[in-house]
């Protein structure tokens, strides 16, 4: 079953969260991952701090997701994203349908 993360980045190194982007798309895909919603250039419409990010990403299953966050090979990358931004990742289930 699909599967979402909400994932919330505030910026501490620009520069750094730049160089995240390049990678973090392959990093994601890797695990069949994709970003569902966000962009580096979002709007933030209410939060305390305008240096705010924000994405969502969508896996097949929320044991893809898992396996994306502890992939040791992908430990450069997620170290390159934590040195950009204090990052805060959700695990959002579907919501079951009813009726």
């Known amino acids: 079953m699909t ?5 919330l980045l505030v910026v501490k190194d620009q520069v750094a969260l730049a160089e995240y982007f390049k990678a ?18 979002m709007k933030v419409l209410q ?9 969502i990403l969508e896996f097949p299953l929320a044991q893809h997701a898992e396996d994306w966050l ?12 934590d040195k950009g931004v204090d990052v805060a990742i959700l695990s959002l289930p579907p919501i079951p349908k009813v009726g």
């Open 3 to 7: 599967h979402y993360l909400s994932v």
């Open 70 to 81: 502890s992939d040791p090979n992908l430990a450069d990358v997620h170290a390159l994203r």
């Open 24 to 41: 973090g798309a392959a990093a994601v895909a890797k695990h069949e991952g994709r970003a569902f919603a966000g962009d580096p250039e």
């Open 47 to 55: 939060e305390a701090s305008a240096q705010s990010k924000g994405v």
